[in-house]
């Protein structure tokens, strides 16, 4: 940690004054994870690999972290840190005159709109879980009685709403105030703490009658499953829990210091990032099997089960209640990363102060969340291409703009930016030695993870 490093600089969330960088080695592999690590894991990872089969869902998704989740993430930082500037300005710098790489970084602030709209009504979920864990009201191995809880507060849209409004104004402020740093240092010490109650849901969930019959469903690929649908759902799902293809990582780049490893602090983030969401995997699917829950229950398949499991335990309420508030805390870290993208383009390109960019983006939200906020309830018959705003949303930024993203990110390290450069800058101008490497991850960029992506895509939306 070498703090006389001139180029250190403290990131304007953290101290709410000027564009700068996480400060410590530790302090942007802990920001980093608290971008991937959110509802990702907890509430999309399991319900997907439900929804999707299984096993051969999780294998897909598993090859497409490494063969292209690894090497987008690594490009973006990489771009981020050379720049030093949000992501359209920065592709603006990187690119040579007049050509339009900077519409990644349009695209990757609509994307941030989209997923916010509905990513905000699940956290919302989660605070009202919170606040239901401590009334005790849902704790049950029941599934007609929890089943009956999650859909009494989907389908009010008031509640909905409100809910939805709290976790945004909360958001909001936290920015506002400028406590990100606070916050980035409460989730580096409570992520541990989501860890082990994981690992003691696990635990609980391994000693149920039927957890052979989940492990199997989770770890026995039944490949008869895997259609060219399936293929796409889990590389978006790559995309979304890397927080890849829209920015956020070029962003949270321009925040890394000089000297930072960046294969190895996303290496880390990846494999950290794997764990919770295999963890969540092992807790969910034993009980889902035992108590006679649906694999494919959708995205309501946590808010279901997770109070099965901890109705088996003795403090089942407390420790429930405890789950959901780590579940906040990881959700609050991936949403402060997704409002920084159009914060800081706001701030950086339109002359916003970040205090208005803020506030703007909040407002926006609350009027774009809603739609998602009421697609159980009021707006659960509009539909658009069969999809309620909550899915359509989902589906357009995970299934489209993010792999969509990644596709031009990594064409633009390969065929624009060029091997010199992102050696260059990957190898931290000459400290590292880790030629080989790059080399590898840049071929990975130039050739291999375009094609895959573009043919995943093109294939999971039915072009030919
Ligand atoms: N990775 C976060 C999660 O899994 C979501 C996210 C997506 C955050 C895109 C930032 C950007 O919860």
Redesign the pocket.
């Known amino acids: 940690m070498n703090k006389k490093n001139t180029t250190v600089r403290h990131a304007p969330g953290l101290t709410g004054l000027s564009r700068a960088g996480f400060s410590s080695g530790f302090g942007v592999l802990a920001a980093t994870l608290g971008?991937?690590?959110?509802?990702?894991?907890i509430w999309?990872f399991p319900y997907l690999t439900g929804a999707n089969g299984g096993a051969g869902f999780l294998l897909v998704y598993l090859l497409a972290t490494l063969l292209i989740g690894l090497p987008v993430m690594i490009a973006e930082i990489t771009l981020g840190r050379q720049a030093k500037a949000n992501p359209i300005s920065a592709l603006q710098a990187l690119a040579p005159k007049g050509q339009p790489w900077w519409l990644i970084g349009a695209a990757g602030m609509l994307a941030?709109f989209l997923?916010l709209s509905f990513?905000s009504e699940v956290v919302a979920w989660v605070f009202a879980y919170v606040v239901k864990a401590m009334r005790g009201s849902i704790l049950s191995s029941d599934p007609r009685v929890t089943e009956a809880a999650f859909s009494a507060l989907i389908s009010d849209p008031l509640q909905s709403l409100l809910w939805q409004w709290g976790v945004l104004v909360f958001i909001g402020s936290i920015l506002l105030l400028g406590v990100t740093k606070g916050i980035e240092a409460m989730t580096k010490k409570l992520l541990p703490v989501l860890f082990l109650l994981l690992l003691l849901l696990c635990v609980v969930s391994l000693s149920l009658d039927k957890a052979a019959e989940g492990l199997a469903f989770l770890f026995k690929p039944d490949f008869s499953k895997i259609s060219a649908s399936v293929v796409l759902t889990a590389m978006g799902l790559a995309f979304?829990?890397?927080?890849i293809g829209?920015g956020?990582m070029m962003t949270y780049g321009s925040y890394f210091r000089d000297d930072q490893n960046i294969p190895l602090t996303t290496l880390r983030v990846m494999s950290a990032d794997l764990c919770v969401s295999m963890l969540a995997g092992i807790a969910i699917f034993p009980a889902v099997f035992t108590f006679g829950f649906a694999p494919a229950a959708g995205p309501a398949l946590v808010f279901i089960t997770i109070p099965a499991v901890f109705s088996q335990i003795p403090l089942g309420q407390g420790l429930m209640l405890a789950f959901f508030l780590l579940a906040a805390v990881a959700?609050t870290g991936?949403m402060l990363?997704?409002m920084e993208v159009p914060v800081v383009i706001l701030h950086e390109r339109f002359g916003l102060s970040r205090a208005r960019a803020t506030v703007f983006t909040v407002l926006l939200l609350i009027l774009l969340g809603a739609s998602c906020a009421l697609s159980n309830s009021a707006l659960a018959d509009f539909k658009l291409f069969g999809l309620t705003m909550f899915d359509l949303f989902d589906f357009v930024s995970s299934n489209i703009i993010l792999p969509a993203g990644g596709i031009f990110i990594a064409l633009f390290v390969g065929w624009v930016w060029g091997f010199k450069k992102f050696r260059l800058a990957l190898g931290n101008h000459g400290q590292l030695h880790n030629e080989k490497l790059a080399r590898a991850v840049f071929y990975l960029l130039r050739c291999v993870s375009p094609l895959l992506i573009l043919i995943v895509m093109l294939k999971g939306l039915n072009f030919f």
Do not use: C, D, E, P
């Not at 979304?240 to 927080?243: M, N, P, Q, T, V």
């Open positions: 971008s991937a690590v959110g509802l990702g894991n999309k941030a997923i990513y979304f829990k890397l927080s829209m956020t959700a991936a990363s997704l």
